[in-house]
């Protein structure tokens, strides 16, 4: 399902060069649950937005359940992210000011789904996060946990091929973060394929298979 | 009905955002509602004020045509003659003979000694001009009381006088009914036949050009009795009207050939037309209304950079938001079109409420002053459509910022 082929990818500050990923190989199959591990710094964030269609690559080949990305412009990689792939974040970036169904409900107004599957949609994937009694709490209404439940739900609402999660549980004490990893478990379960950050070892456990970064080379993969 | 759907869930979304911040949603809308209620009434003042000249420069008789002697000619001996050019005889051979386009003529006969006129003891200053009986209508003049000169007491110098309400005033005392009684012109006695109704050119005396003299303080005479009080056949000037105000310029032309045919080894002649009046108040006002409509589309600029700087303030604080809603499938047009609908909601809405407080402000101005200035269908489509531009035009270069942001650097923003 996603193939990266000697990745590079730097950043420029001006008239310096900071290189991030120095040649990335990494095949991921359909319903894996992958943590990418490493040091701070050492390019985990930036792989994933590569793989998430958000960030451009400067050198190397990328393919995404049969489509190939690295040649795409805006519209088709923001096509892309919108049909194939939901995003996870530390800091959950839930809008705020409009409810958790509001909120969950805005992918699939960029997806152009009618109002009434919006809603009946919606209303399944509160379900799936556990959050029915939720639905018309606006995010400052609801803790961590739950806000990141909004949006895990957000993600998952468009059917997306590809979770891509970046410290999920890094705003979370230690309970709650316990109990977005189950959801994670059920989800993966389910069939969803899974890429997650984590610097974390006892988040990683709860992944199949740990990809460890180091200085933007893959040091150690136990698939 | 996708696209219907499409379009009002993005509406929907610039609502939130503007309900987000209410105060300053708030303010822009009143700078653009000012903006456009200041350009409609201005522009209604300038209308009203068009409307109050051209009123009072249909009292002259809008297709009206002056003819006079053109005092710069010489003959060919560069002998400068004496007279006015115009007399009896160009009287009756213009009636009879001269120019398609004249519907009407009057000679006009004045007098170079101001008699004394009295009756009793009461005096009156009024203006005494001789004409015909077809003066009223070319003038556009209405008999309030009595009747007009009728043909023959032109022909046969009948001694009878039309005036107006201030001689009325001075010389019987206000409201009274002076027809049938006599008024004293130097020594000679005339029988009041007629009193014209008021007429007001109160506002182009107050600019110093009401034609010379006062409408309300006339007495007409026959011009044949006054010829014959003066002791001479001239005549000052002919006013014409001409068959219509298309025509006018065409009599001008046609009347000042017919003279100078007649009378041409000695004078030439000078005509004026309402109908170039008419056209030189008209870009005078257009040029003044433009002036005010310019000063007025300044504080609607101001209300368009009103919005610019709330739009360009809400893209760098909503820059997470913009970063996500590209994470979650948001293209580049998508955050294009979103900043771009808040600054229109904006706009749009300020251009309603100006357009319901410039309505209001023009209708209580035509209460105030009597002139007709209810807004039309035109004038709400243009403060709209002024508005939605505004919107557009203030709105586009912080929507064109958010678009092209980097949704990775947009998440990283702090
Ligand atoms: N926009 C940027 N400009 C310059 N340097 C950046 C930028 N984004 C990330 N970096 C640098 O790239 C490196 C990798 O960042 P990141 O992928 O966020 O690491 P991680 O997620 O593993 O902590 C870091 O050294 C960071 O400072
Ligand atoms: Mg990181």
Redesign the pocket.
């Known amino acids: 399902m996603i193939s990266l082929h000697n990745i590079h990818k730097s950043?420029y500050?001006g008239d310096v060069t900071?290189p991030?990923l120095n040649g990335i190989d990494l095949s991921i199959d359909n319903g894996e649950f992958v943590a990418i591990m490493?040091?701070?710094?050492?390019?985990?964030?930036?792989?994933l937005n590569i793989i998430g269609c958000l960030d451009s690559i400067d050198v190397g080949e990328y393919s995404l359940a049969g489509e190939k990305i690295n040649t795409l412009d805006d519209k088709s990689m923001a096509r892309i992210r919108s049909q194939h792939i939901g995003f996870v974040f530390q800091l959950f970036n839930l809008i705020p000011r409009i409810s958790a169904r509001r909120n969950i409900e805005l992918p699939m107004i960029y997806a152009n789904v009618n109002k009434a599957d919006r809603y009946s949609r919606t209303t399944t994937v509160l379900e799936r996060v556990g959050l029915s009694d939720r639905a018309t709490h606006v995010p400052t209404q609801l803790s961590g946990g739950q806000q990141q439940r909004v949006a895990i739900a957000r993600a998952l609402v468009n059917n997306p091929d590809l979770l891509v999660v970046d410290e999920p549980t890094g705003s979370l004490d230690s309970k709650n973060g316990k109990e977005i990893m189950q959801l994670f478990g059920r989800l993966n379960a389910d069939g969803v394929t899974i890429v997650m950050?984590t610097h974390e070892n006892d988040i990683a456990a709860c992944a199949q298979r740990q990809v460890h970064?180091l200085d933007g080379k893959i040091d150690q993969d136990t698939a | 009905m996708d696209w219907l759907q499409f379009y009002f869930d993005r509406l929907l979304q610039a609502f939130y955002a503007l309900r987000d911040n209410r105060l300053r949603s708030v303010l822009s809308v009143l700078g653009i509602a000012v903006g456009i209620a200041a350009v409609m009434a201005v522009g209604a003042v300038s209308k009203g004020g068009s409307y109050l000249v051209f009123s009072e420069l249909e009292t002259f008789g809008l297709n009206s045509v002056w003819v006079y002697r053109d005092r710069n000619d010489k003959d060919p001996n560069r002998r400068v003659r004496k007279g006015t050019g115009l007399d009896n005889y160009d009287y009756y051979a213009m009636k009879e003979t001269c120019c398609s386009a004249m519907d009407k003529l009057t000679p006009m006969v004045f007098s170079r000694e101001r008699s004394i006129i009295q009756t009793g003891n009461r005096y009156s200053n009024a203006r005494i001009s001789g004409v015909n009986s077809d003066y009223l209508d070319i003038n556009n003049d209405h008999i309030i009381y009595g009747r007009n000169f009728r043909p023959l007491d032109i022909k046969r110098r009948r001694a009878s006088a039309v005036i107006g309400p201030t001689v009325v005033e001075d010389l019987f005392g206000k409201g009274s009914n002076p027809i049938g009684k006599d008024i004293r012109i130097g020594i000679r006695r005339f029988t009041v036949v007629g009193v014209l109704e008021e007429k007001s050119r109160d506002f182009l005396a107050s600019i110093g050009s009401s034609g010379g003299q006062d409408a309300n303080n006339r007495i007409l005479i026959p011009f044949t009795l006054y010829q014959q009080m003066n002791g001479s056949k001239a005549i000052n000037f002919f006013q014409l009207k001409a068959r219509s105000l298309e025509e006018a310029d065409l009599l001008s032309i046609q009347v000042k050939a017919f003279l100078e045919r007649r009378n041409g080894k000695n004078y030439k002649y000078k005509t004026d037309t309402m109908a170039t009046y008419i056209g030189t108040a008209d870009r005078i006002l257009s040029g003044v209304a433009m002036i005010g409509v310019i000063a007025a589309s300044i504080s609607l600029l101001v209300g368009g950079l009103g919005i610019m700087n709330i739009m360009s303030t809400s893209v760098l604080e909503r820059t997470r938001e913009i970063g996500l809603r590209k994470a979650i499938g948001a293209s580049q047009a998508d955050i294009l079109m979103q900043f771009l609908l808040e600054a229109i909601v904006i706009s749009t809405l300020g251009g309603i409420i100006g357009l319901i407080l410039g309505a209001g402000s023009s209708i209580i101005l035509a209460m105030v002053t009597g002139f007709p200035l209810t807004p039309t269908p035109l004038v709400i489509i243009i403060a709209l459509v002024v508005s939605i531009i505004v919107g557009i035009a203030s709105g586009f270069l912080p929507a064109r910022r958010a678009s092209r942001l980097h949704p990775?650097?947009a998440l990283?923003y702090e």
């Open positions: 950043y500050m900071v991030v490493g040091p701070s710094g050492s390019g985990k964030t930036t792989l950050v970064l | 990775v650097e990283r």
